[in-house]
Structures are given as structure tokens and as C-alpha cells.
């Protein structure tokens, strides 16, 4: 595979990351500007990491993970963005026009499930880069830039038009949480 091909299957891998980065960005207003720096990093790291095991693992357990691997996206993005609506409703019903979360946060344990939740496709590349001669450490850092420099960009739309849709991020960016995980599950 060449560079070109890879840094295409790394901007395929990056919607999700994408997607995810934009609506933490709606939705957790009062994040630390090093808190949302560790979005793109973390994504782009996890994603490379799982195209890695996915190559070195993917003879042993890779149908395994990928039978259950839109369940495990499904649940995990279920949950965050089910509680993010929850929140942003309740907000609107309260008239707190507010989208910033009082009683979470943006953690490093939320950034850490949206990672694993959005790289698990990222292990079936891995796999399937098994199947052609590439050297995957370099394929597996070319993934990583390229969905860390994705999600920069997801940072930059983000700020940019969080304010658009107004008290109705919150809920917004959990809706895209839950579709992404209905994809994952059905698609």
C-alpha cells in the first residue's frame, strides 16, 4: 500500500474520531484548552495503537473483536451521548442555557472510553493490513497523524460553530454520539 492509500484509510478512520471531537467541543463548554488538545492526541494515539494490535494479534483474536466490536461502540457511545441528551433536555427544561456540564466533565476517564469506543475499527485495518505487505509501523503512525490532524480540525469547526446552534448543543452532540453508535452496531 502506499503512503497516498494510507493516509486515506486514516481519513476514513477519522469520522468517528471527527464526529466525537465536535460534539465534546458543543457540548463540554468549560473544558481547559489542554483538555481538548488531548481529544486529537488521544484518538489519533488509539487509533494507531489498535491498527498495531490488530496486525500483531489479529490471526488470534480479530474475529473475536470484530463480532462484537459495534456492540462494545454501540454501548459505550450509547451511554455518553444518552446522558448527554439527559442533560441538555433537563438543561432546557430548567432554562439553564447552558450547554457546559456541571456535573461532569470532560475527564480523562471520558476521553479514555471515547477512544477505545471510536478505534476499534482501527484493530480490523490492523488485521487486514496483515493481509498486505505494508510496514505497519509506519502505516499505523501515518493513521495516528492523520486522525489527530482530523480531530484538530473537528476543535476548529467546533469553536467556531459551537455558538450557532445555542442552548441546544448539549443535545446535539449526544444525538451524534448515539448515531455513531447505532452505526457502529448496524453498518
Known amino acids: 500500500m502506499s503512503v497516498v492509500e ?11 474520531a471527527f464526529a466525537v471531537t465536535l460534539s465534546n ?13 488531548a481529544l486529537p492526541i488521544a484518538f489519533g494515539a488509539f487509533q494507531g495503537l489498535m491498527s498495531l494490535v490488530g496486525f500483531f494479534l489479529g490471526g488470534i483474536v480479530g474475529d473475536i473483536i470484530e463480532t462484537y466490536a459495534g456492540i462494545v461502540t454501540l454501548v459505550i457511545l450509547g451511554i455518553i451521548g444518552g446522558n448527554m441528551i439527559k442533560e441538555g433536555v433537563s ?7 447552558s450547554c457546559s456540564l456541571e456535573v461532569e466533565r ?19 485495518v490492523g488485521v487486514s493490513l496483515r493481509a498486505v505487505n505494508v510496514d505497519i509501523a509506519a502505516s499505523a503512525a501515518t493513521i495516528a ?43
Open 91 to 97: 438543561a432546557l427544561r430548567n432554562s439553564e442555557m
Open 25 to 37: 467541543v458543543f457540548c463540554y463548554k468549560g473544558a481547559s484548552r489542554a483538555r481538548l488538545f
Open 145 to 187: 497523524l492523520t486522525i489527530c490532524a482530523c480531530c484538530f480540525v473537528a476543535l476548529a469547526f467546533g469553536k467556531r460553530f459551537g455558538n450557532v446552534l445555542g442552548d441546544k448543543e448539549q443535545i446535539v452532540g449526544g444525538v451524534v454520539l448515539v448515531l455513531i453508535g447505532l452505526k457502529a452496531m448496524f453498518f
Open 106 to 124: 470532560l475527564t480523562a476517564g471520558v476521553i479514555l472510553m471515547q477512544s477505545v469506543a471510536t478505534s476499534i475499527d482501527a484493530f480490523a
Open 6 to 16: 494510507i493516509v486515506v484509510l486514516g481519513f476514513a478512520l477519522a469520522m468517528d
